[in-house]
Each structure stands twice: as C-alpha cells, then as structure tokens.
C-alpha cells in the first residue's frame, strides 16, 4: 500500500526558508487519478491547506500563502517538496504531506492517505 | 468565500447520535469530506462525496449534504470516536481546497 513519509529540518531559524520533502512508496507519483499535498497544522489549531500538485507540475497554492510557497516533484525519485520562504513563529506547525484523490468527471478531491508528519519550529 | 464553519465542539452521551455540521458557499457545487484526527495523530478520512465510507471505516460513520450544508453522524457514539473532526470540499471555481475549522466531540 501507499505511505508517505515526510523529511527535513524540525528546526528553522527567523526569515530562513522551511524546506520540506515528502517520499512516496508503494505506489508511482506518476499515477493520474492523484494529486499530492502539503497540509500543516499549528500546535492546538485547525488544520491549513498549504499547496498541491500534479505528476505533470501543474500547482495550485493557497491564496493566504501563495507568495511565500512553492511546491514541486520530483517523479524520478517519486518525491514532492515544499519550500516556504521568510517563515515566522506563526510558521511554527506539523508539516503533513498527502495523496489527494481527485475525481475529474465530478470535480471533488479528498485527502484519502496522508504522512505521519513532522514538527517545524521557528525559533532563533 | 475559501472557508467551512463547523461548530467548536459537541458533546454526546456513549450510544447517541452525534450530528456535526458543516456550512460554507463551496458546499452548493461541490461535495464534501470528512476526517478524524486523534490527538498526536494524522486525520483519517472517515467520509468522501458526501455519504461514502473508505474501506474499514465503521458504518456508525455517515454523511448527508443538503444546499449549503454537510453533515457528520455518528451512530452509538463510543468512546473511541472522540476526536477532532474536520469537514472539506473542493472549490470548482479555482480549484483550492477548503477546509472546516475542525470540531472536538466530546463522549460524555
């Protein structure tokens, strides 16, 4: 079966850049019924789409973030990325990557497999 | 608007029903999900296109859609099924994903 496992540093200095990875196994990245995402949670807050993107490279952001995220694939080493630039504390958050299924006759999608995540801090 | 309005919290004595709702303008094109997320774990989708369960999940877990708003039963609420409870839909429009602020069940 699928799992995803995210990657990186748990730690991230004031206006650095918060890089993040995510490797898929079980499965090709390249499957075209999914989509992959990045989903973040603040300590005790709700959860916050960040980004998603397609096998091909097309992306969509969250509008709130946009300016600050990029996201890309890597489909030779079935991993996505996420790069989130000028972070503050409010950047402080468990990082989840995820599949989407997306059905593309009904226009839904839904996060259906999902990575244990990994806890960023912005600190100093 | 990108946003889904659920209700902070609901309570539920062990064997009732618990209902939790989920409001937003995306919800009149569009389907919606639901997702349980235990403290210290990931969410788990629980419900997709409004009333389908993923394989394994119990069939206590149920979902309706009416215009503008989702719903989330539980049937013979267990303790077990105390979690955080998060609902979302999928803009047709321009494609973003929204997410509900999230609902904490509380078996009473």
């Known amino acids: 079966q699928v799992q995803l496992q995210e990657s990186g540093p748990g730690l991230v200095k004031p206006s650095e850049t918060l890089s993040l990875t995510c490797t898929v196994s079980?499965?090709?990245?390249?499957?075209?019924?999914?989509?992959w995402s990045w989903i973040r949670q603040p300590p005790g807050k709700r959860l916050e789409w960040i980004a998603y993107i397609y096998y091909t490279g097309s992306t969509s952001y969250n509008p709130s973030l946009n300016s600050r995220v990029t996201i890309s694939v890597d489909t030779s080493k079935n991993q996505f990325s996420l790069k989130l630039n000028s972070v503050t504390a409010a950047d402080t958050a468990v990082y989840y990557c995820?599949?989407?299924?997306?059905?593309?006759?009904?226009?839904?999608?839904?996060?259906?497999?999902w990575g244990q995540g990994t806890m960023v801090t912005v600190s100093s | 608007s990108y946003d889904l309005t659920q209700p902070p919290s609901v309570s539920v004595s062990p064997g009732q029903t618990a209902s939790i709702t989920c409001s937003g303008d995306a919800l009149g094109n569009t389907y919606a999900c639901w997702y349980q997320q235990k403290p210290g774990q990931s969410p788990v989708l629980v419900i997709y296109q409004d009333n389908q369960r993923p394989s394994g999940i119990s069939e206590r877990f149920s979902g309706s859609h009416s215009g503008s708003t989702a719903t989330l039963t539980i049937s013979g609420t267990q303790a077990m099924d105390e979690a955080d409870y998060y609902c979302q839909a999928w803009d047709r429009g321009t494609a973003f994903v929204i997410l509900g602020g999230g609902t904490q069940l509380t078996v009473l």
């Open positions: 079980g499965g090709s990245i390249s499957t075209g019924t999914y989509y």
């Open positions: 995820a599949r989407i299924y997306y059905d593309n006759s009904r226009y839904w999608g839904a996060f259906d497999i």
